[in-house]
């Protein structure tokens, strides 16, 4: 009676708090929709099935590193070196699926790399107490350079079917995402999982009653990893071949696209689907200037007013309040 009884105590109050974490989110929410009606508006073959494909093609890539991103500033880390895994995990599928290691060979080469230089990454944060921006940034000239040396120029190739299925006229990457979100609600239920707020909220605390704080943290960075070198992956399938600087962009993307999802900067705060809805809208924002004509310097002005208004909104209702 006892067990049946936490459990609905559990269940009662899993609902009131997510709600709780949405708070912080519910105008991100509406900017989002605000921003798909626009681009349903303006691309009508939205919402057909090719076209659908195709904008979760654009955007899944940005989601996976806003993913990477999010779950080490929930543990209070932070990476500079996401556009950089995002070229080695590029550059390594372009250069073994064609290989003798073949597409499942390559790809857990890509998986594998991710991992190690994730956890090694966080091995150095958590264990020797260096700041996590410092590590990360001298990792990103390292991992960089390492890329450069794999392929020094845009070059390989990915084969043909498998582009064609991930970045065809097939919503596979709609598909991998929810698989990938489904992955992370497991995880969140593991013991790591359970970890992972109290890690960045509180981590003195947390330690002292019991929690795998370290564990959590290091664990953290070896899932972004992955999350980065599989997004490299993705984008040397769109592309056909590997570029060894094509993920530059995504480090900042990545930061903006957490913050925008209300994901805190000193650990503990904001969720995953926050994350995902700054991802989005971050997506929607250049498509639909791209539609309007938008310059591209007039891009860069708008996206940074568009950010800057999202994450001041709430700022001004917690002094408000």
Same mark, same amino acid.
Do not use: H
């Given at each position: 009676m006892s067990t049946v009884a936490s459990s609905r105590q559990a269940g009662a109050l899993y609902w009131p708090v997510q709600l709780r974490r949405n708070v912080g989110v519910r105008g991100l929410f509406a900017v989002v929709m605000a921003f798909l009606v626009a681009y349903g508006f303006l691309f009508p073959g939205l919402l057909t099935a090719s076209g659908f494909a195709k904008f979760t093609q654009s955007w899944? *890539? =940005?989601?996976?590193?806003?993913? $990477?991103? +999010?779950?080490?500033m929930l543990t209070g880390g932070i990476s500079l070196a996401i556009g950089a895994m995002v070229s080695l995990g590029a550059v390594?599928?372009?250069?073994?699926?064609?290989? *003798? =290691?073949?597409?499942?060979?390559? $790809?857990? +080469?890509v998986a594998l790399t991710g991992i190690v230089i994730g956890g090694a990454t966080g091995f150095i944060v958590v264990k020797l107490r260096l700041p996590a921006i410092v590590v990360t940034l001298a990792g990103s000239f390292i991992i960089g350079g390492a890329a450069l040396l794999i392929l020094p120029r845009p070059g390989g190739a990915i084969p043909e079917w498998l582009s064609e299925l991930l970045a065809g006229n097939t919503p596979a990457a709609f598909v991998l995402l929810v698989l990938i979100v489904l992955l992370w609600k497991l995880y969140l239920?593991?013991?790591?999982?359970?970890?992972?707020?109290a890690a960045g909220e509180n981590p003195v605390g947390a330690y002292r009653s019991g929690v795998p704080v370290d564990g959590a943290r290091v664990a953290a960075y070896a899932i972004s990893g992955l999350l980065c070198t599989g997004a490299g992956l993705f984008v040397a399938a769109q592309t056909g071949s590997g570029d060894p600087v094509i993920g530059t962009a995504f480090t900042l993307n990545s930061i903006a696209a957490a913050?925008?999802?209300?994901?805190?900067?000193?650990?503990?705060?904001?969720?995953?689907?926050?994350?995902?809805?700054?991802?989005?809208?971050?997506?929607?924002?250049?498509?639909?200037m791209f539609f309007l004509g938008f310059t591209p310097v007039a891009q860069y002005v708008a996206q940074g007013l568009i950010i800057i208004g999202a994450v001041a909104i709430p700022q001004f209702r917690k002094v408000q309040q």
């Amino acid at each position: 009676m006892s067990t049946v009884a936490s459990s609905r105590q559990a269940g009662a109050l899993y609902w009131p708090v997510q709600l709780r974490r949405n708070v912080g989110v519910r105008g991100l929410f509406a900017v989002v929709m605000a921003f798909l009606v626009a681009y349903g508006f303006l691309f009508p073959g939205l919402l057909t099935a090719s076209g659908f494909a195709k904008f979760t093609q654009s955007w899944f *890539p =940005l989601a996976l590193v806003a993913m $990477a991103q +999010a779950i080490l500033m929930l543990t209070g880390g932070i990476s500079l070196a996401i556009g950089a895994m995002v070229s080695l995990g590029a550059v390594i599928a372009a250069t073994t699926m064609t290989g *003798p =290691l073949g597409i499942a060979g390559g $790809a857990v +080469a890509v998986a594998l790399t991710g991992i190690v230089i994730g956890g090694a990454t966080g091995f150095i944060v958590v264990k020797l107490r260096l700041p996590a921006i410092v590590v990360t940034l001298a990792g990103s000239f390292i991992i960089g350079g390492a890329a450069l040396l794999i392929l020094p120029r845009p070059g390989g190739a990915i084969p043909e079917w498998l582009s064609e299925l991930l970045a065809g006229n097939t919503p596979a990457a709609f598909v991998l995402l929810v698989l990938i979100v489904l992955l992370w609600k497991l995880y969140l239920a593991t013991p790591l999982g359970l970890s992972l707020y109290a890690a960045g909220e509180n981590p003195v605390g947390a330690y002292r009653s019991g929690v795998p704080v370290d564990g959590a943290r290091v664990a953290a960075y070896a899932i972004s990893g992955l999350l980065c070198t599989g997004a490299g992956l993705f984008v040397a399938a769109q592309t056909g071949s590997g570029d060894p600087v094509i993920g530059t962009a995504f480090t900042l993307n990545s930061i903006a696209a957490a913050v925008l999802g209300g994901i805190g900067f000193l650990g503990g705060q904001g969720t995953m689907r926050g994350a995902l809805a700054g991802s989005l809208l971050l997506s929607l924002m250049i498509s639909v200037m791209f539609f309007l004509g938008f310059t591209p310097v007039a891009q860069y002005v708008a996206q940074g007013l568009i950010i800057i208004g999202a994450v001041a909104i709430p700022q001004f209702r917690k002094v408000q309040q």
